[in-house]
């Protein structure tokens, strides 16, 4: 769907320059996402991964991002592999309701209630970040966080249209129950893509 580099606004990466490569194509169909144009894969034009390759290291950073959408409903072997080739660190955003294919070096779990995750693709994820839209959010968090690996970062993440309300209470909570962190949206609060 598009393609950029940036700063990782989100999660245990945040801060840190990527390159961003979305991909088209959602049956999730979360009511608050923020990308909802990258639903209709057939919207946007394929690229190859070569071009893909080529766009991402043009750049300093060798921080890749692959979100979406939800990059998994696609095999992402041969992408992730070229971009190992070519140096590149893989992180990868994903709802978790696909299997996990492709070679990663951080692998960000974002359960949707719209469509489970896959508990085999939460036991792998090296961070669970759950966004807090309600308070019924935190016993859902919970139930997700038992899915966790020992590995695994635990991060409550305000819905950005809730966040006034949101993030008091996940502070709260952050301080009652120390096993999770507060993920915030930087790259809004900063004005960056």
Not at 24 to 29: A, E, I, Q, R
Not at 98 to 117: E, I, M
Not at 170 to 190: G, N
């Amino acid at each position: 769907m598009e393609q950029f580099y940036t700063i990782q606004g989100e999660g245990y990466n945040a801060g840190r320059a990527a390159y961003f490569l979305r991909l088209g194509g959602c049956d999730v169909g979360c009511v608050w996402c923020d990308v909802k144009e990258s639903w209709d894969a057939d919207q946007h034009p394929r690229v190859a991964i070569a071009d893909m390759v080529a766009a991402a290291t043009a750049h300093a950073g060798r921080n890749v991002v692959i979100t979406g959408g939800e990059p998994l409903m696609y095999d992402l072997s041969a992408l992730t592999a070229a971009l190992k080739d070519a140096g590149c660190q893989n992180w990868l955003e994903t709802s978790g309701a696909y299997p996990l294919s492709g070679v990663w070096d951080w692998v960000c779990v974002s359960p949707k209630k719209f469509k489970a995750p896959l508990p085999e693709v939460i036991a792998q994820a090296h961070e669970l970040k759950v966004v807090v839209f309600n308070k019924s959010d935190f016993a859902w968090a919970e139930q997700h966080a038992a899915l966790a690996g020992p590995q695994t970062r635990l991060y409550l993440q305000p819905e950005w249209s809730k966040a006034e309300t949101m993030t008091p209470l996940i502070i709260e909570y952050v301080k009652e129950h120390p096993q999770w962190q507060i993920s915030l949206q930087t790259h809004k609060y900063l004005d960056i893509p």
